[in-house]
């Protein structure tokens, strides 16, 4: 299957939210990476018809969703970046709300609840209530109400948000387990969510998609832009202003180094080129300001 998004723009008043998002996507995992207010949750909203666009159209294989009507939202699973679950509810009546939503007749509503939840391991604590949830399972019921329905587009924004390191990876085998033959595109601003899992990464800054590769691609392109410099404690901050910093660390003598990202080795004690990771892509991409010494 092919997904096909041309063009999305969307305004909200003045604010332009989005600005020709296209973008052509096949079966995998997709990260769209961005800042806070990048338009991540608008794109995400365009596409699952909860919020029109002002321009541009979605194509399923070549055709408009407009065209297939109930026919694309029933391709469609959405986690919503804000969702409140009623907390007297059982996670089981919450699903079955949901399938209900979904137009499923009560047995293969029972079906998939049963498949949904033990996709997400939460079986055994279906008929407790979803106010003694931790995060994680809150987390893990919501990503099953997006996968009742066996849906094509599965479309999770920001699904780790709030969890500790432990559920994240958790949640991101997750994702990874049940992508295979859908698309799946996972908005996050944290990077080590969709570093090892996604097909490829989708760059939005300021409501404009800046890039789209594969993550090998995006280390590749900042080869030769990363460097460790050894700082003297006093110059700490003065290096700071100096470069972009990623990452400040102390080694076992006591000495610190810097992560310095820019287009030239720095002229500094001890510098050396280091290993990019995608932590320096979204660093050197998503800076807004530019260092006083001028080295991006
Ligand atoms: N209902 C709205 N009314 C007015 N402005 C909005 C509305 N929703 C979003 N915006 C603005 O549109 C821009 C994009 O917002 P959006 O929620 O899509 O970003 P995001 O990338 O999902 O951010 P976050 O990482 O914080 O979730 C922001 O500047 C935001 O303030
Ligand atoms: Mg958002």
Known sequence: MELRIENLTKAYGRKVALRNFTATLSSGIYGLLGPNGAGKSTMMKILTENLSADKGQILVDGIPSDKLGADYRALLG?????QGLYPHFTARRFLYYIAGLKGMTKSRATEEVERAAAMVNMTEYLDKRLGTYSGGMKQRILIAQAVLGSPKILILDEPTAGLDPKERIRIRNLISQISMDRIVILA?????????????ILMLKDGCLISQLR???????MKGKVFEICVPEDRVEEVQSRYLVGNIRKDETDRIWARVIGNQKPNEA???E??????????YTFEERMPEGGSL
């Open 188 to 200: 996050t601003h944290v990077v080590s969510d969709v570093e090892y899992i996604a097909k490829e």
């Open 215 to 221: 993550p090998s691609a995006l280390l590749q392109q």
């Open 78 to 82: 959405y986690m919503p970046q804000q």
């Open 274 to 283: 280091v290993m990019p990771t995608l932590e320096d892509v979204y660093l």
């Open 270 to 272: 001890q510098a050396q």
